[in-house]
């Protein structure tokens, strides 16, 4: 794991010796050359160091998703931050967090390395577990529909939206459920929008260039407290007597088969579930953005 | 009005020091662009130089081959792409540099642009310098380098830093492989804070600093290389 420093080290020597040894030696050739390589060497060197590291958990994220994570100041923070740091507690190691786009975390799953977990407020569902293992849940959410108070038209059902611009955060249990509403899968038409956080989607929403938004209900209810003209409820569709927005789990995603990490990790979200600290963290994050 | 713009302004930059992760941005943005810069040059006259010499001659050959399959290849692709292209597939084994993937990716990518405006100055240089150069005894290395070269450094210096101007503004791609660059930072707070106009106009403020502090550069520098001008 910790090779990649004496790799690029060795790339370098590689690069080094077939400029330097070729027939035709320039002195001034060689010493530009070598500058240029040693700045390069250096600039690595600095990167790697800090980048590479036996002890270092990897936390995948995106920070877009308040209270769960979202920026301070330069920092990560939020609930499943709070999570991460005990977990790399348990394990003896140290966090490091990887921010990126939201959709970009779906590939990532199947992707994960040994040192590496998804902490990014996830849905379990049945196609991510395919492609990783997830933890025992350790909060729950339903889908809420954000929709604005000030139009004639009250949008505060799904079955209200036949017909209506609908947005969505990309890749998420939201933009899934939406995704299926067409006449070929039973349901009624709609258009789906796909943005990358919720908060654009709700932005998009202010405009009055979609109708409604269907997100997790925490973020749609601090976008909802943020903003007088949105109004957040929580969304219920039947059919076949069931409902299909039933409430869904967070969970810590995991490399498949790496029980070992799992398990540890499961102790971990037992310890806090039961000590109550997710709940504090929950209304702590959820205080400071509201 | 003006209550609604401090407000915003205060969570956008003062609240919980949010200004740090403009800093922390524009950091990144620095180091990504500067050596991205350095890279691409140092790629540019290398891939520009084999490709005239091989057309100068009329033959190609492995390497001249190579430059313009890697000419076409950046050149066919857009640079989001490359980006996620190197960062998934090709360094995945280093994936936590991502600032220098960024670095490697936004370099080769400049550097098929620079390489063809600089072949373009090379070509624009009239042929009546190498031969003189030539008949006056110097080797053919000799006339590129202290003939032809410092001509075409002096004439394609404003394409050149229209290139780097480009490139700096190109590096906002690299939130997608997770570097938190000035863009980003403000799509960041933007949707941590719910504010949503007054981080994109303190990134894009940055951003117009960085450049005019590149044309600043640049008119200084025309100005002292045409100091031999004749009119």
Known sequence: ?290 | MFKKIADSFYTSLIYKDNYKIYVLGLKNTLIISLFAVIIGVVVGCLVAVVRYNSQAKKKSNPLSLLCDFYVMLVRGTPVTLQLLILYFVIFDFMKYQQILIGVLAFGLNSGAYVSEIIRGGILSIDKGQMEAGRSMGLTGKQCMLYIIMPQVVKNTLPAIFNEFIALIKETSVVGYIGVIDLTFAGKLIQSGYAEAFLPLFVVAGVYLIIVYLMTFVLKKLERRLSRSDRN
Request: negative net charge; aromatic residues 8%.
């Open chain 1, 1 to 290: 794991m910790c090779n990649n420093t004496k790799l690029i080290d060795s790339l370098y020597i590689k690069i080094y010796n077939l400029f330097i040894f070729s027939k035709k030696k320039e002195k001034k050739m060689k010493k530009i050359l070598s500058l240029i390589l040693c700045l390069a060497m250096a600039f690595t060197m600095s990167t790697a160091l800090t980048g590479c590291n036996d002890d270092t958990l990897y936390v995948y994220t995106n920070a877009e998703f308040a209270p769960y994570e979202f920026i301070e100041g330069a920092d990560v923070v939020g609930v499943d931050m709070e999570i991460a740091e005990a977990i790399a507690e348990k394990l003896g190691k140290k966090v490091k967090i990887v921010n990126l786009d939201f959709d970009a975390l779906t590939p990532q799953l199947s992707n994960l390395k040994d040192n590496e977990i998804i902490l990014a407020g996830m849905t379990i569902t049945d196609e991510r577990k395919e492609k990783a293992d997830f933890s025992d849940p350790y909060a729950t959410s339903i889908q809420y529909i954000i929709y604005d108070n000030t139009q004639s038209v009250i949008l505060d059902t799904i079955a209200k939206l036949e017909g209506k611009k609908v947005g969505v955060q990309l890749a998420t249990t939201g933009d899934y459920i939406m995704s299926d509403f067409t006449v070929d899968n039973g349901y009624f038409d709609l258009t789906v929008n796909q943005y990358s956080s919720a908060q654009s989607a709700a932005l998009i929403l202010l405009k009055g260039e979609i109708d409604a938004v269907v997100v997790d209900k925490l973020p749609a209810e601090m976008i909802a407290n943020n903003n007088e003209k949105l109004t957040a409820v929580a969304a219920s569709y039947e059919v076949d007597n069931e409902n299909i927005f039933a409430s869904e789990s967070y969970g810590v995603a995991v490399k498949k088969g790496n029980t070992e990490l799992l398990s540890t990790i499961n102790t971990v979200i037992a310890e806090l579930i039961a000590n109550g600290k997710i709940i504090e963290w929950t209304n702590q994050y959820s205080g400071i953005v509201a």
